[in-house]
């Protein structure tokens, strides 16, 4: 079965400075996705970045982008230059490529970042 | 657009009672998913279904039930409401696609209490 961990339950970066959160997953398959999905206190659950497993390229959207190890099966997120509003808990999640579940994701327990001003 | 909307935001049921959690999407999308999460976890996929008319058990359904009549709708039915049943639930639709090349959008989450 598919596992998604997320090592780090808490962390804190300074405004404008640089952070980088963990993920780690084990999956047998070969056809994959990842994400990073941002709930802040709203609740609301925002996809923040994906990565298709078949890229080798880094994914990144304006200051988040990821660092995709494939052979390590790590998928970690760097956010650059901090602010007050990336102050949420962040989940990591995965999903196989193809058949079964249809579109069953499975997340992380998430790590709960703060931004100090 | 609306989204994907979920009703209601809070609810607090007694042990026994029983409800439904309604979702609708306006995106058009065939495939749509509910999720449970409980305090300091992740979500997980309670039911979800590929279109209407087609529904399917996720990791956790024990408890509930759905059913799928129109592309739109999706609502979760709780019967026999218990304690273990208190979490945040999550609605969330995709486009058609196959596995996960499509991003799942979300609802703000129903958030319930069983008392």
């Known amino acids: 079965a598919q596992t998604v961990t997320q090592s780090q339950p808490e962390m804190s970066v300074q405004e404008a400075e640089t952070v980088t959160l963990s993920c780690t997953y084990d999956?047998?398959?070969?056809?994959?996705?990842l994400f990073w999905y941002k709930q802040p206190p709203s609740r609301q659950m925002i996809l923040v970045i994906r990565?298709?497993?078949?890229?080798?390229q880094n994914a990144t959207e304006n200051r988040f982008s990821v660092n995709f190890q494939k052979a390590a099966k790590s998928f970690s997120l760097k956010i650059s230059d901090s602010q007050l509003g990336d102050a949420a808990m962040y989940f990591c999640?995965?999903?196989?490529?193809?058949?079964?579940?249809?579109?069953?994701?499975?997340f992380g327990k998430g790590t709960k970042l703060s931004v100090k001003p | 657009n609306a989204g994907v909307t979920q009703t209601p935001k809070f609810r607090i049921l007694k042990i026994g009672q029983s409800m439904t959690l309604q979702c609708t999407q306006d995106m058009n999308h065939n495939y749509m998913y509910w999720y449970r999460q409980d305090p300091g976890m992740g979500l997980k996929l309670i039911y979800y279904s590929v279109g209407a008319g087609i529904t399917d058990k996720g990791e956790v359904p024990n408890g509930y039930n759905v059913s799928r009549s129109t592309t739109e709708d999706f609502p979760l039915r709780l019967e026999l409401a218990a304690p273990s049943q208190t979490s945040v639930y999550f609605c969330a639709s995709s486009p058609q696609s196959a596995g996960g090349r499509n991003e799942q959008f979300f609802g703000p989450g129903t958030r319930l209490t069983v008392l």
């Open positions: 990565q298709e497993a078949y890229k080798q």
């Open positions: 999956t047998s398959e070969s056809d994959y996705y």
């Open positions: 999640a995965y999903i196989r490529g193809y058949g079964g579940s249809q579109g069953n994701l499975i």
